[in-house]
């Protein structure tokens, strides 16, 4: 890699999407798009423990439950 | 409009718990993460469990995890929160704080996917710590100890794999050779990659065992194995001498041992009997106990049951492993053994509680082995148990939790000076109707009648050395009556004390000799028996007794003033005389400072409204010191000294002070602080108490002194955690009282009411509020207040239950199969709090008997909240269940008011939310009120999660509907409709012609009727999507909402838009037809905005106190409330929000988290201040106080009576 690669905008943007999940990039489909959303959202339902008791409530489901299917459901 | 927040009961709940020895040595402490709340629990020694220290931290607590570092007598605390910070605590003892040892910046903050501090794990040498992220990072810090012995943390190093999901950690035991964690993970690139969905169907979870290398300060992945794909946690095997090493992995329905180069030892969890075949066991908790010789698990599954597990070992070869049925508690967060031998259960939802051991499962029970383990063409062959009462723990004691809160309303039905909160809490069986009332609990321990109305009451000791009370001595008004406490309290006649007539003071003077001050004189008796007697001069008569140990001031009538000092030889002798212009009202003596012979205050209160400080010194004895007047005739004062700490159980430093308080006539206590050196009178604070003059008592709380004011009812004031707290007590109106301590009772209070004696202790000192519970039968979803009635509708509702019919033949069936008699109706089923009932399946113990998810059980309940009794209980059949209701009064007026419920059959959420039908039912109220009557049913499309009353007709919100319905003969008839709503409706309010419309995903809509044209158009809505979980009208332009992420706002119609519609003739409605981008002509501004942290499901515009100004009330789904208070003027707004700059400044949370960006985490925090950060001013040390007050031009003293001012504002 020559030192002025570095600087490409397309080095930077592998940079990025290397260290950080779910960079997007210009050929991104929509599915592609919904389904990281889908985890940060799942991803930050198992980081808040009340937004999990509220569903836990709603489903009558333990908390436990609740949080292995969020884990569960958006990769298998 | 700026609001000052605050929160009135923290968070009740628990997140996760965790044990060790955190202050050091043989104690046991619990450290309860509850939200955004760290708190500090340890059983005392009759098992009860005692608050020590509860601190607020600003940010999201995920986990938590204890250390100690080898041969140290410590735990450490490492917490993982969303500040993208590793922060490692220590409890410091002296201070009572938690110490911040170290925080290590890693990532960026708020719960992200791949930043790490969901998971935590400790080396069981405490050589190390893994904190990970549910996807990709993993990071590992190395825990050291320097030169000095001090913990050092090293630089992280990193153990990442992209692309993959992790879902437990935990720490592998191998002695102490290089560290090893082991993850559950899943490699999902594959499945990414893989359009058909193939891969994804193939994706297997790996065990992984992470190792780092001391040697080389690195990590590497040492061994990676496939394991059941239902695996969900880890949990550690002792290792190194002590056990096989190695890990347990919970799976669905499994409990798989599992270690490097050992084959994978496998038994399966027994499942309930009755559990449909469909549903998988998940271990939703788990701990470890090990002792000397032994060690086993204690696993929790989701639906409550307990499960020992012990693993049959030959050195690190495991044999078998075995899983028996330990008992069923409710489901629990965490579960921590101590090693005194007792449990503490975090309960998911609902109280917690502390067990005792009573066995640890010996006896044989249902067991499942991986020895017995059958595999079969349907997989393995599961084991089968029923749950049985407790056997193996007892419960000693409870701490009540009210989560998940789900509705709240405040008001006053018990016709009490301060409205009740009426809040419905928990889940299935265990959900209950709590009231709660401001105040402290007290237990009544003796109530006794006396022969007639006594008017005075005191305990007396006979040495000061004694560590108890010898008599109890009650005045009436021509008599006295002495009782002496032993075994029992019973009358006396030898005590030297004169029966013949009333008493004004008795004490204990000097070191063993009694006092009694009647109106005639005083009465001395010498611990020999020997009495002496003075008598007052002339006729005149004693009216008022102040006095300490060892100075006595008595006034007679007329205003004379006569001091006495008790002399070396013990003997009373008169010191001084002082007249008085006038009559005295009132008068105190300062108790002796420690190590001097006499106090120099006194004070004495006369009828032309003021209080006069007097010198007692020798040389300027009867000198008037300083002179301060009050609002009105002073009735009672009390010197209260408070002692100089330097940390210890209340926190900050604390230089010595005394504090003058009187109760004036007007009910006002009034509290200054009087300088030790000069006398004079300064920092003067007022509070109104209730509608008699306060009396001021001294009595004794935790050791120290407090105060109790009995007004109208009875307050006390005490110093907790470094806050001087003036709290109601639950209790009725007392006349007088006195401090009492016996061996029954070690801090306890005596006093008179009426012709009765009350002996009581007060309980769990630092809450706000006590409660009064009442069990409900399912989860409550909604409930109404009729307030002429004096009586509550509530309808309750769960999923995935059977009915009450098919439960009590289920229950039948199992009593005669097993042979027991019948048992019970079904009231019987809502009393499982009592020990002693003998139903082996007390739902509130073992839960409901799940049932498929779209199998709902509901019913309507009217309840009398003051004898706590169910009127009338309607159960829905046909699979029904109940989601809104609001009582309704048509304008034809033919059947007064109605009560209308919406309901949905069938409902189901999962894969799409579906359901049979919707109807609201109209209900007649009979009998005063009591029993509900069917008038009819109405179907309508779509599930109605809002009803409200406009206008003489019922407004419904079903689906995204909102319809008008008035009262017809067999049906309800659609008057109007406006289907423009985008998602779906869940709350209605009206207020005038306006009614406001809260969408569930998009915030709320601002909606007009126009009676002539019958029609319902928007004209105003928000901009903001928002997930609206509670909403209150405020006023006419204005609204309060809370959404899912735990936020609260305020939207405001802007005044201009506002006054323009309204004086529309067409209101609006032209603009209406040109709407803008979709939405409607007008837009909301948002103009309060605030992270609570914690989802708020309640709302309620109401004042807690009587004649105080309204405020919001909250409640939140983890049990917890709080409160906005609108400010009333603009320099409280500018003193609180430099107070609260400088707060932020100085004082930064405890876990890292930036205050203003946690305020800010989902919108920028807007005119809100956070009197939660203000109010740990007084626990900063003090040459910071006194910082931050020079910066605010005060002194920390006015500081700290502002925020005093203002919490006496809200409660």
Redesign the interface.
Known sequence: MQASDRFNINSQLEHLQAKYVGTGHADLTRFEWAVNIHRDTYASYVGHYPIMAYFAVAENESIGRERYNFMQVPFC | MYLYSLTLQQAT?I?CAINGSFSGGKSQEIVVAR?KVLDLLRPDDNGKLQSLLSVEIFG?I?SLAQFRLTGAQKDYIVVGS?SGRIVILEYNKEKNTFDKIHQETFGKSG????VP??YLAIDPKGRAVMIGA???QKLVYVLNRDTVARLTISSPLEAHK?HT?C?SICGVDCGFENPIFAAIE?D?SE??QDPTGQA??E?QKHLTFYELDLGLNHVSRKWSEQVD?GA?MLVTVPGGGDGPSGVLVCA?NFVIYKNQGHPDVRAVIPRREDLPAERGV????AAMHKQKSMFFFLLQT??GDMFKVTLDHENDRVKELKIKYFDTIP?T?SLCVLKSGFLFAAS??GNHALYQFQAIGDDPDVEASSATLMETEEGFQPVFFQPRKLKNLLRIDQIESL??M?DMKVNNLFEEETPQIFSLCG??PRSSLRVLRPGLAISEMAVSQLPGVPSAVWTVKKNVNDEFDAYIVVSFANATLVLSIGETVEEVSDSGFLDTTPSLAVSLIGDDSLMQVHPSGIRHIREDGRINEWRTPGKRTIVKVGSNRLQVVIALSGGEIIYFEVDMTGQLMEVEKHEMSGDVACLDISPIPEGRQRSRFLAVGSYDNTIRILSLDPDDCMQILSLQSVSSPPESLLFLEVQASTGGDDGADHPASLFLNAGLQNGVLFRTVVDMVTGQLSDARSRFLGLRAPKLFSIIVRGRRAMLCLSSRPWLGYIHQGHFLLTPLSYETLEYAASFSSDQCAEGVVAVAGDALRIFTIERLGESFNETSIPLRY?PRKFIVQPKRKLLVIIES????FTAEEREAAKKESFESSGVGENGNIEQMENGDDEENNDPFSDEQYGYPKAE?GKWVSCIRVMDPRSASTTCLLELQDNESAFSLCSVNFHDKEYGALLAVGTAKGLQ?WPKRTFEAGYIHIYRFKEDGKVLELLHKTQVDGVPLALCQFQGRLLAGIGPVLRLYDLGKRRLLRKCENKLFPNTISSIQTYRDRIYVGDMQESFHYCKYRRDENQLYIFADDTVPRWL?AAQHIDFDTVAGAD???NIYFVRLPQDVSDEIEEDPTGGKIKWEQGKLNGAPNKVEEIVQFHV???V?CLQKSSLIPGGGECIIYG???GGLGAFLPFTSRDDVDFFSHLEMHMRQEHPPLCGRDHIAYRSSYFPVKDVIDGDLCEQFPTLPMDMQRKIADELDRTPGEILKKLEEIRNKII
């Open positions: 709940g997140i939200g999201a995920r969303d719960c992200r996917r791949i501090g969901q549910c996807e990709k992209s999901i879902y899943l999902y499945a990414d994804a169907n994706a794909n969900n669905e998940l271990i939703v908790s989701e639906y489901v967060s998911e939802f989560m998940p789900m889940r299935g989860t769960d999923q995935g239950a998810a959420f979980t899912k992420f735990g942290g914690d989802v499901t939140t789904v983890m």
